[in-house]
């Protein structure tokens, strides 16, 4: 295996074209090129059919529910045990596949959201490990979604 090095704007790139935890840099560049077949041959969990897995954008307000009733700081296995109770009846079967790295496909999409909310200032980038904590801006968030 071959290690590369690329420009911070072409990783950007990759990540636009990435499925969250889903994709690593060498499945991109395999799709982007055609090369369908992984090396070990397998092919692991398909990706989910456009449209047919719930958005990563439905997760938001139950984060941010779930992070203000626990006083703006939680676990993150926490938050997605709230997020699930919150959410279960709107997960499909889809939402519910393993993927290959054993994470369930909704707790997937729920951490890019996270990451998402981190970019827009209102989860903090700095946690702890295993910490999601809200900023000041996304308390004032959380509480308009109220």
Do not use: H
Not at 24 to 45: A, E, I
């Amino acid at each position: 295996m071959k290690t590369i090095r690329v420009d911070d704007d072409v990783w950007k790139k990759l990540q636009k074209l990435a499925s969250a935890f889903e994709d690593t840099p060498n499945t991109v560049l395999r799709r982007v090129f055609k090369l369908n077949r992984q090396r070990n041959g397998s092919n692991g969990t398909p990706r989910a059919p456009r449209g047919e897995k719930t958005p990563e954008g439905a997760f938001r307000q139950p984060i941010l529910d779930a992070l203000y009733e626990a006083g703006g700081s939680a676990k993150a296995a926490d938050v997605l045990k709230r997020v699930e109770a919150t959410m279960g009846s709107k997960l499909n079967a889809i939402d519910r596949q393993t993927l290959t790295t054993g994470a369930l496909r909704w707790r997937n999409t729920a951490q890019w959201e996270r990451n998402n909310l981190v970019e827009e200032g209102l989860l903090k980038k700095n946690s702890s490990r295993g910490m999601w904590e809200l900023t000041t801006k996304g308390v004032s968030a959380a509480e308009a979604l109220k």
